[in-house]
């Protein structure tokens, strides 16, 4: 089981928007602002989309933004396109031994 | 350009070791973590434990704590993941990542090495 939890699928169609959520406890996601969310297409590499909650790596859409509320973080994609069918996965750092923990993953269909 | 590359691909029996990989470049090696992630088949993102290259101060999952070793040798900017005795529950693909120092942001990934452990 994971240590935060996000829904197993979610989708939406081009052009809508999309909310993913990554709920943890005030050990992670609640007491800290280091959540980071990464986009997975099969076969390939992580990419970090968002970093410190909110935050947008240079070249990565404005169309990625994060939130944060209490104990879950959020993941909004709007203007949904075909490309951003993947795999997503939340991240925070956490006050136990473990120090990172993700979540169990989100696999957005865009229909 | 900032680039990890990590070393290919490797099928081993039960209860061989291995040490992979993963070469820095573009970048001061010894300025982030590096950070190893394993996916198993058909499975999510699950944070192994991670190396600051400058000193080589570990942190690992515990999870993961006693069955591998991170290390580093920053005079060739590569870190190493291993093991000492491999078990077939690990076959799976895993990556390296450079990670701030603060935080828990990885904004370079390896490709990935894919281990096969298997009789």
């Known amino acids: 089981q994971s240590a935060l939890t996000q829904p197993a699928s979610v989708s939406g169609s081009p052009g809508q928007s999309i909310t993913i959520s990554c709920t943890g406890t005030?050990?992670?996601?609640?007491?800290?602002?280091?959540v980071s969310w990464y986009q997975q297409h099969p076969g390939k590499a992580p990419k970090l989309m968002i970093y410190d909650v909110s935050n947008r790596p240079s070249g990565v859409s404005n169309r990625f933004s994060g939130s944060k509320s209490g104990n879950t973080a959020s993941l909004t994609i709007s203007g949904l396109q075909a490309e951003d069918e993947a795999d997503y996965y939340c991240s925070s750092y956490t006050s136990s031994s473990t120090l990172e923990v993700f979540g169990g993953g989100t696999k957005l269909t865009v229909l | 350009e900032v680039q990890l590359v990590q070393s290919g691909a490797e099928v081993k029996k039960p209860g061989e070791s291995l040490r992979i990989s993963c070469k820095g470049s573009?970048?001061?090696?010894?300025?982030?973590?590096i950070s190893w992630v394993r996916q198993m088949p058909g499975k999510g993102l699950e944070w192994m434990g991670r190396?600051?290259?400058?000193?080589?101060?570990?942190n690992y999952s515990p999870s993961f704590q006693g069955h591998v070793t991170i290390s580093a040798d920053k005079s060739i900017s590569t870190a190493y993941l291993q093991w000492s005795s491999l078990k077939a529950s690990d076959t799976a693909m895993y990556y390296c990542?450079?990670?701030?120092?603060?935080?828990?942001?990885?904004?370079?990934w390896g490709q990935g090495t894919l281990v096969t452990v298997s009789s």
């Open positions: 990542a450079r990670t701030m120092v603060r935080g828990v942001n990885s904004d370079y």
């Open positions: 005030s050990s992670d996601v609640g007491g800290y602002n280091y």
């Open positions: 573009g970048y001061s090696f010894t300025s982030y973590w």
């Open positions: 190396i600051d290259p400058s000193d080589s101060y570990t």
